[in-house]
């Protein structure tokens, strides 16, 4: 009679939790439901950063997932083609661009290049792993990493028709752009219905950024011309004016984001730095999977490993090296090498992003060559509470 009478208290309280469990997960599928047939089952990440801050690296984060499809720098061409224009002028046709290639009409590039005949004819075709497998190559398997070298040798005279065709097989988009300055010219991309944006602002240290930079001057001079508005004339930033424009972006962008955002921003905006990444790179790369709804593959996370511990097949060329002990020496590198007058300099012209980003101020060469002293603050999430908000319109 006991037994009896004890299982079924448990067989109750079992249906009780069962019951409570799939009203649970019928309130969360219902209210993840798309409001309206034209919701979309893609999901668009876009990227958004700026030069010399660590975005190929996790563009590559991305490109090598076998559910991504992955650009970089699409926008490049409108930049080369209309090079006489300011970054300003150009945002519109840039956001174009960006929206076109998300819905993989890549019909968009005719406006850029209109010779344009095979895959090698676009922009840093060979790092996007998507286009150097199936469907736009057959050399390899969309599971496969693939590394730039090899695929250039074998994928760049595919018709350039395979860049739409491949693109229309995934579930995620993901471009990584530097030519945005300004949040709000976003906007029209975030309330697009037919579209599923989510953005990933990757942010650096000025200082590491402005070392940097320093090492790629002429590379960089063209497009700081279209940054300051020379009309075509190229620039070498030696009074840090591009840099001081690149640090008023992040403070507008993480600003706009994260203080009194509109509401379409829920959950749809995640901020990166990359000194977080190379200390802690799974744990980053997992925040940005999960906030992208992708996961991480056996295989990714192998790759992962060998590329922050410069380990794996073709790590001369590849490799993204960072040991944990080099992880502190290559995100502080700036110290050692940058003047404290030049620091000084940037630090005048950034001090906004440098404190709003979480980084510190140094005060004296000696501090500067102390590296026992940390200069990356623990990051504040959730400063902003997103529970004031009213979720229904
Ligand atoms: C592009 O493709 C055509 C034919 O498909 C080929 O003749 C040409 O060499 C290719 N161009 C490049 C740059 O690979
Ligand atoms: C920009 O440069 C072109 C020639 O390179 C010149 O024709 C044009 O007048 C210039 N525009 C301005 C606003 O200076
Ligand atoms: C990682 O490196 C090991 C050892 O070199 C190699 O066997 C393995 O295939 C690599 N993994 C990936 C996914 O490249
Ligand atoms: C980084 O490592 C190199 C040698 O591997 C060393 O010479 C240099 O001082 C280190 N830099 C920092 C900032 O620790």
Redesign the pocket.
């Known amino acids: 009679m006991m037994r009896l009478r004890i299982s079924s208290t448990i067989v109750v309280v079992f249906l009780m939790i069962q019951t409570g469990f799939l009203l649970f997960m019928y309130a969360r599928r219902s209210s993840f439901m798309p409001q309206s047939e034209e919701k979309p089952s893609r999901v668009h990440i876009l990227i958004l950063s700026s030069w010399r801050s660590g975005s190929s690296f996790v563009g590559q984060l991305f490109s090598q997932h076998p559910d991504v499809f992955y650009l970089m720098e699409p926008a490049w061409h409108v930049w080369v083609t209309m090079y006489q224009n300011s970054a300003k002028v150009l945002h519109m046709a840039v956001r174009d661009l960006v929206r076109s290639v998300f819905k993989c009409d890549m019909s968009v590039f005719d406006a850029y290049m209109p010779w344009k005949r095979n895959l090698s004819d676009l922009f840093q075709w060979a790092v996007s792993r998507a286009l150097c497998s199936a469907p736009a190559c057959d050399s390899f398997q969309r599971t496969d990493?693939t590394n730039e070298m090899a695929c250039k040798t074998l994928c760049g005279k595919y018709p350039f028709s395979k860049v739409e065709e491949a693109c229309k097989t995934y579930s995620h988009i993901v471009l990584k752009e530097v030519r945005f300055f300004d949040l709000t010219v976003l906007y029209p991309l975030l309330t697009d219905l037919s579209l599923n944006l989510k953005i990933i602002h990757l942010v650096r240290d000025p200082r590491a950024v402005a070392k940097s930079r320093e090492q790629s001057v002429k590379a960089l001079a063209r497009d700081n011309g279209i940054v300051l508005s020379t009309n075509g004339t190229k620039v070498e930033d030696s009074k840090y004016k591009v840099l001081q424009e690149i640090c008023s972006s992040h403070v507008q962008i993480y600003e706009t984001a994260t203080q009194k955002p509109p509401r379409f921003l829920k959950d749809r905006y995640l901020m990166i730095r990359f000194e977080d990444l190379v200390q802690d790179p799974l744990s980053e790369i997992r925040d940005m999977y999960t906030f992208a709804d992708l996961r991480l593959t056996p295989?990714?996370e192998?790759?992962i490993?060998?590329i922050t511990h410069g380990?794996?097949?073709g790590k001369k060329r590849e490799a993204f090296k960072i040991t944990s002990r080099d992880a502190v020496n290559v995100s502080q590198a700036w110290r050692n090498i940058l003047s404290f007058q030049k620091i000084k300099k940037v630090q005048e012209v950034c001090k906004g992003a440098i404190n709003m980003l979480g980084y510190k101020l140094l005060d004296s060469e000696k501090e500067q060559k102390d590296l026992s002293l940390d200069l990356v603050l623990p990051r504040q999430r959730n400063q902003f509470s997103w529970s004031s908000f009213n979720p229904k319109n």
């Open positions: 990493i295989r990714l192998s790759w490993y060998n380990q794996g097949p």
